[in-house]
């Protein structure tokens, strides 16, 4: 029987999910019982990720679809192919990202336009793409991944701050549209998470302490910090949760 938080019988494809925060998403969702659909570039990578989720969750309940979250025509196959092949797409996942750092006023256009494609513009494409389906079912969870510069702004990363802010309010424009049709848009939010993308920062001693001052629970995040919020906004328990952004960061933002 399926219960408040439980996903059994659900397919959820989580993007950008064979290594780092997706990956860790992803299985939280299988420990949930979901089905999952396995998302990345690197064919490799991503056929790795998905042999390790088949031997620890059964290869029935886990599949790996490689795709570009930021071309169209890749999107619409692969939405098609996991809908005809795999099953409806129950709960969509928006966690692709990158980041590029450097000054506003040296970044060149061509990266400024990169990051705002992965980080904003490809959970337009995916969300689209997948919502015209869910809005035919009647139901759908989809779970936008933001962070705390959503909200907050640092030096040398202004294309991910102007993407993360835009995030959030794709979610609620996506809230605006879609939650009459029994679709919850949601966000997480995470703070500064510990992962092999963000060692060189961890490893910088005072950059590394000013996090661990400025946050009040006084540590960084892990990516299995963002598990239990990413089940519920995933879960019937988030039935009637529509377009908030849940930040998931020690307090980071509510403190001066």
């Known amino acids: ?139 759908g969870k989809v779970v936008n991944i933001c962070s705390v510069q959503t909200d907050l702004a640092r030096p040398t990363i202004g294309p991910y701050t102007a993407a993360k802010g835009g995030l959030r309010n794709l979610t609620r424009a996506m809230t605006a549209e879609w939650a009459g049709y029994g679709i919850q848009v949601n966000a997480v939010a995470p703070g500064y998470i510990h992962t092999e993308m963000t060692q060189n920062l961890v490893d910088d001693e005072r950059f590394n302490s000013w996090i661990v001052g400025r946050t009040p629970a006084a540590r960084w995040g892990t990516p299995a910090d963002l598990a239990g919020p990413v089940v519920w906004l995933s879960s019937r328990g988030s039935d009637f949760v529509n377009g908030q952004v849940v930040f998931v960061d020690g307090g980071m933002t509510v403190v001066v």
């Open 1 to 139: 029987m399926d219960t408040l938080f439980g996903l059994r019988g659900r397919v959820a494809l989580v993007t950008g999910s064979s290594r780092g925060i997706g990956r860790e998403l992803a299985t939280a969702l299988a420990d949930a019982d979901a089905t999952i659909v396995l998302n990345g570039l690197d064919a490799d990578r991503l056929e790795s990720a998905r042999a390790e989720f088949a031997t620890r969750f059964g290869a029935e309940r886990v599949f790996a679809v490689a795709f570009d979250v930021t071309d169209e025509s890749q999107v619409s196959a692969a939405v098609e192919h996991i809908e005809s092949e795999i099953g409806p797409i129950d709960v969509l996942v928006n966690n692709a990202g990158i980041q590029h750092r450097v000054s506003l006023v040296d970044v060149a256009l061509a990266d400024w336009q990169r990051v705002l494609d992965v980080n904003l513009t490809s959970a337009f494409l995916v969300g689209r793409e997948v919502a015209r389906r869910m809005i035919g079912r009647g139901a």
